[in-house]
C-alpha cells in the first residue's frame, strides 16, 4: 500500500458495487481523518464535529475521493459509522489515517517510548 495515499479522482457512493463486480478496486479502503469540509446541520455540524472522516479507494491504480450523488465529498463524524458503512458493502478490512492529530513524541511514556495516552 502507498504510504500517504491522495486522491487524484472522485467517485460516487452509487459507483461502488459496480466498480467492486468488476474488480477495479484495489487494496484496502483508506479511512482519512480531516478537516470538515460539507456545511450543514445534524451531522454535518461544524461547531459540533469540526474534524470528520473520509474515505478512499484504489480505483484503476488511482486512489479516488468517494463523493455524495450530490457530489459532496462524502464524510462521518465517527469512525464507528464509517465502518459500518464500509461493512454495508462487503469491506472487513481498512487502513486508518490521521492527518490531524499530531502523533506524540517519542520519549514521554514509560521506558523512553511513546506516551499513549
Known sequence: MNADPAPTSTIRQGDLPGLMLEDRIADYPVAVRTVREVAGGGFANNDRYP????????????????????????????????EKWLLSFGFRFFWVR????????????????????
Open 51 to 82: 474534524n470528520t472522516w473520509t474515505v478512499y479507494f484504489l480505483v484503476d491504480g488511482q486512489w479516488a475521493l468517494v463523493e455524495s450523488a450530490r457530489g459532496l465529498r462524502r464524510e462521518w463524524s465517527s469512525l464507528d459509522r464509517l
Open 98 to 117: 490521521n492527518d490531524i492529530d499530531p502523533v506524540a513524541p517519542a520519549g514521554d511514556g514509560p521506558m523512553g517510548g511513546p506516551n499513549m495516552k
